[in-house]
């Protein structure tokens, strides 16, 4: 397979200029970690608290348990951004998949110097979405638990629903019962719901002196039976493993408690990252030609300018190596196979907007990846599919509505990167969020919206103006409601507001792309190969 030779000229003053503008970027972007792992308001006073009560942080819980110089891929570290009057970082639970004698497990660990570990509605999606990827990807969960369960004052948002607390037990349930090992460290006092994320595991370790599990705490047992009774004795490490049952074992420290759980791994009978069940071609890896920080200055400062896919596909897989298929027909569409950390890909990335060609293209090549069990990556940079007479003419709405079906009829392996705008439709062609790709990792010059700012004022104010209350409009009610609706699109179209919300699985260094890709690719690697899905019914 032939190497993508570069056409890119680091030295030129558009190079020069957006890479500057994207290295703010990620200057940013590496602010707002900081601001997860240990800021947020009136933070600094729990961590003190937490730390002196001799508990080890978040972090450095799940190091203490992973493979020693193994990476642990954190996802979604900077949901809860810009919600929650600023006190919820990382919405107060950190998940991701780390190693455990070389097997991959997802992690599920509540950071209790986050409104003791209580989860939002914000959390409860992120525990959920944890589990989601545990499933598709056959992992066991590590549960690290120090969680004051629902949190209280938004009761609503958080109980009741399909895939609210109850989701997340009945997801717990189904796991163990597919074989996939539920295991629970108690590191803190876990009431009600946190109380049953334990009860649920397959096996529970808990730490003498600060854990403790009850359905109800101390407070609750006052207010409703009138006893008074001592946290450790209500449900403390003794009672619950020497009295109760509700606990395998008992450990003197955290460290103990790591120790113990890395034994019980050792017992699972998991596949190791490196045990492939031979359904994913694979070859040696090999480094792209080119490096990765070039992608910086690949992407236009300005969102309205395009920038080339195949640029980006150069920085991304092995030997710059892609095989493009249908070079010269739909050119807005760039498809090809390549490989990532060795295993056979196939690409699907806008340049540009999405015409009925380019659509047929892309619906074309994955049936082709389907038919050769191939996993697909999306790399989504589009303001969606074409508009305008001729489009609408030539058909766009079937052939896109084909790329749509197939993507959503897909059954091997999919991936999404959001490497700058994912609007309209395009945002579902290209295998967005309500398609649900495996993985979907966003990078911080991204955008998400139904269009672009831009167009949006200029539609709403449109529609206004031909409506009923078009008589009654002043320009100033013109420029009053120009401004809100900019407001509004850019405030939500903005990568954070996004990633706040679980939109994503994470906003990510577009220079760490090849090797969260590479972790996702292995996952798959070591399942058994997906059943082939039935053949579409096009509408031609
Ligand atoms: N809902 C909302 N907020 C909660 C909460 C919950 N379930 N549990 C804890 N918090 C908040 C506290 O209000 C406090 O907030 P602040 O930092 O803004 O003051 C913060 O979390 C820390 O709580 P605190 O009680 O000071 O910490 P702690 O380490 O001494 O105790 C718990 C932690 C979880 C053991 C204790 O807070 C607790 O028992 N919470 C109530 C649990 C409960 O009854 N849950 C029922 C769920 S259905």
């Known amino acids: ?124 999606k992120k525990h ?75 096996e529970v370790i808990m ?78 890896p090999e480094a792209p030609r080119y490096p990765a920080e070039d992608l910086y200055g690949i992407v236009s400062a300005d969102d309205r300018i395009p920038f080339s896919a195949t640029e980006i596909i150069a920085r991304l897989v092995d030997g710059s190596r892609f095989g493009e298929f249908k070079p010269e027909w739909g050119a807005s569409m760039v498809t090809g196979f390549a490989r990532i950390w060795g295993h056979q890909i196939g690409i699907i990335a806008n340049n540009g907007i999405i015409f009925s060609e380019s659509a047929l293209k892309a619906t074309h090549f994955i049936e082709l990846c389907e038919q050769r069990r191939i996993p697909l990556v999306f790399l989504q940079n ?31 392996p999919r991936y999404t990167i959001l490497t700058g705008g994912a609007y309209g439709a395009g945002n579902y062609g290209m295998c967005g969020r309500g398609f649900q790709p495996r993985f979907l990792f966003a990078w911080p010059n991204s955008r998400i919206a139904t269009m672009a700012a831009d167009t949006a004022e200029t539609v709403l104010v449109d529609i206004r103006m031909g409506g009923l209350k078009a008589a009654e409009t002043t320009e100033e009610d013109v420029a009053a409601l120009r401004a809100e609706i900019r407001g509004q699109y850019e405030e939500q179209s903005d990568p954070y507001y996004a990633t706040s919300r679980l939109w994503d699985d994470g906003l990510i260094d577009p220079v760490h792309t090849r090797d969260a890709l590479g972790l996702c690719l292995a996952l798959a690697a070591r399942q058994d190969e997906p059943p082939p899905g039935r053949p579409l019914v096009y509408r031609m």
């Not at 638990?145 to 009945?170: C, M, N, R, W």
């Not at 969606?384 to 993507?407: C, L, P, Q, R």
């Open 382 to 412: 589009t303001s969606g599919y074409m508009v305008g007479k001729d489009a609408e003419a030539g058909g766009i709405a079937k052939n896109g509505a084909k790329m749509v079906a197939a993507v959503a009829n897909a059954t091997v």
């Open 128 to 202: 959920v979405r944890a589990q989601e990827i545990a499933d598709e990807n056959d992992l066991g969960v590590i549960y690290l638990v120090d969680s004051g369960g629902a949190f209280l004052p938004l009761q609503d948002e958080i109980f009741p629903d399909k895939d609210h607390f109850g989701g997340s037990f009945y997801r717990q349930a189904r796991l163990s019962a597919r074989g996939l090992p539920q295991l629970s460290v108690v590191l803190g006092g876990c009431t009600a719901g946190g109380a049953y994320v334990p009860a649920l595991s397959d």
């Open 207 to 284: 730490v003498e002196g600060i854990s403790q599990i009850f359905l109800g705490g101390p407070p609750i047992v006052k207010a409703a039976l009138g006893e008074i009774v001592p946290a450790d004795e209500l449900g403390g490490a003794e009672l619950h493993t020497r009295t109760s049952g509700v606990s395998d074992y008992r450990s003197q420290t955290e460290t103990q408690a790591y120790a113990k759980l890395r034994e019980i791994c050792e017992t699972t009978s998991q596949r190791a990252l490196t045990d492939r069940a031979g359904w994913l071609d694979y070859k040696e």
């Open 1 to 124: 397979m032939q190497a993508i030779t570069s056409r890119l000229d680091n030295n030129s003053e558009e190079f020069v200029a957006n890479a500057a503008a994207y290295r703010e970027l990620i200057d940013t972007l590496n602010d707002r970690m900081e601001w997860a792992i240990g800021g947020g308001k009136g933070r600094g006073r729990s961590i003190e608290r937490h730390l002196g009560r001799g508990k080890v942080m978040v972090r450095d819980r799940i190091a203490a348990v992973t493979d020693h110089n193994t990476p642990f891929l954190e996802l979604s570290t900077l949901s809860g951004f810009g919600q929650y009057d600023d006190a919820a970082p990382g919405a107060g639970i950190v998940t991701g998949i780390g190693m455990v004698h070389g097997v991959p497990y997802v992690f599920i660990a509540n950071d209790a110097t986050v409104k003791g570990g209580s989860l939002l509605p914000v959390s409860i």
